[in-house]
T-cell receptor
Framework: LAKTTQPISMDSYEGQEVNITCSHN???????ITWYQQFPSQGPRFIIQ???TKVTNEVASLFIPADRKSSTLSLPRVSLSDTAVYYC??????????????FGRGTQLTVWP | GAGVSQSPSNKVTEKGKDVELRCDPI?????LYWYRQSLGQGLEFLIY????????KSGLPSDRFSAERTGGSVSTLTIQRTQQEDSAVYLC???????????????FGPGTRLTVT
């Protein structure tokens, strides 16, 4: 099972760039890396996904080194509304069959004014 | 279109009673997932369906838990003889299909908060 390790919490100020790193040493060859955001009393929301190198969308960037044993979610110029829990997700595919998905405990990001 | 819906939003039950939690996925999504989130904890993966089939049930916490999906749409998670440790938010998600990248782009419902007294 490809488990993940993230910092429990991070603090930042409005306007700063935030980088959250996730370790996934046992990632399998065909696994993708996905990040989710969760606000209190809501279900998680998909942010970004990647397989290798760098992926960028309108809200974040995802950096994945060549060995794929870690990944970094980068949030540019955060605002108070980015305060949330961020989860790194790696799957457990066995051939073409999905095994179990491991979300972990996530990283609580708090953005201060 | 409509997102993932779950019912009830809140459920309070007495220890030992059975409960059924319902999930209605996004139309056209063939994959459906159930998770449990205890207070202050991360998401615990329970089970997934590809169509009506659940290939791996090992994530269910005990044999008191069961899940089914009919018609490739609605799914029900049943907890028999509830215990206090079953108190949690139960989240359902769906994705287009279970295949590499698509399996990870999941759309979550608002969850059902279960309280066992």
């Amino acid at each position: 099972l490809a488990k993940t390790t993230q910092p429990i919490s991070m603090d930042s100020y409005e306007g700063q760039e935030v980088n959250i790193t996730c370790s996934h040493n046992n990632i399998a060859t065909n696994d993708y890396i996905t990040w989710y955001q969760q606000f209190p009393s809501q279900g998680p929301r998909f942010i970004i996904q990647g397989y290798k190198t760098k992926v960028t969308n309108e809200v974040a960037s995802l950096f994945i080194p060549a060995d794929r044993k870690s990944s970094t979610l980068s949030l540019p110029r955060v605002s108070l509304s980015d305060t949330a829990v961020y989860y790194c997700l790696v799957g457990d595919f066995r051939g073409s069959t999905l095994g179990r998905l491991y979300f972990g405990r996530g990283t609580q990001l708090t953005v201060w004014p | 279109g409509a997102g993932v819906s779950q019912s009830p939003s809140n459920k309070v039950t007495e220890k030992g009673k059975d409960v059924e939690l319902r999930c209605d996925p996004i139309s056209g999504h063939t994959a459906l997932y159930w998770y449990r989130q205890s207070l202050g904890q991360g998401l615990e993966f329970l089970i997934y369906f590809q169509g009506n089939s659940a290939p791996d049930k090992s994530g269910l916490p005990s044999d008191r838990f069961s899940a089914e999906r009919t018609g490739g749409s609605v799914s029900t998670l049943t907890i028999q003889r509830t215990q206090q440790e079953d108190s949690a938010v139960y989240l359902c998600a769906s994705s287009l299909r279970v295949a590499a990248a698509a399996a990870y782009e999941q759309y979550f419902g608002p969850g059902t908060r279960l309280t066992v007294t």
